[in-house]
């Protein structure tokens, strides 16, 4: 199995950037199908962004299109959100998830996650 860490939030103002990563241990991030999420205080997890191992086809929520980038890099092992033209509602518990392969990827059916780490933006 695979065991996720993110790294990369903090407190940012709004309109700045942040780069969350999510590296990966015990198994290659290549036999997965990747996801972000999120989930702001008193909210349900909220899907972000997902990537797929098979071809790197990439999807996005509504909300961040065009803000956000997900990405990954297998020599690292580690998967990435570039996240520009931040607003507070941002705000949240930013999460990577991991599924060998996902039918629908913004679900919240994968079968790994990290532990989170905490975007704030300030307006």
């Known amino acids: 199995q695979v065991q996720l860490v993110e790294s990369g939030g903090g407190k940012v103002q709004a309109g700045g950037s942040l780069r969350l990563s999510c590296t990966a241990s015990g198994r290659t991030l290549s036999s997965y199908d990747m996801g972000w999420f999120r989930q702001a205080p008193g909210k349900g997890r909220e899907f972000v962004a997902a990537?797929?191992?098979?071809?790197?086809?990439?999807y996005y929520a509504d909300s961040v299109k065009g803000r956000f980038t997900i990405s990954r890099d297998y020599a690292k092992n580690t998967l990435y959100l570039q996240m520009n033209s931040l607003k507070p509602e941002d705000t949240a518990v930013y999460y990577c998830a991991a599924r060998a392969t996902i039918v629908v990827v913004t679900t919240a059916e994968y079968d790994y996650w990290g532990q989170g780490t905490q975007v704030t933006v300030s307006s």
């Open positions: 990537i797929r191992r098979i071809g790197g086809s990439t």
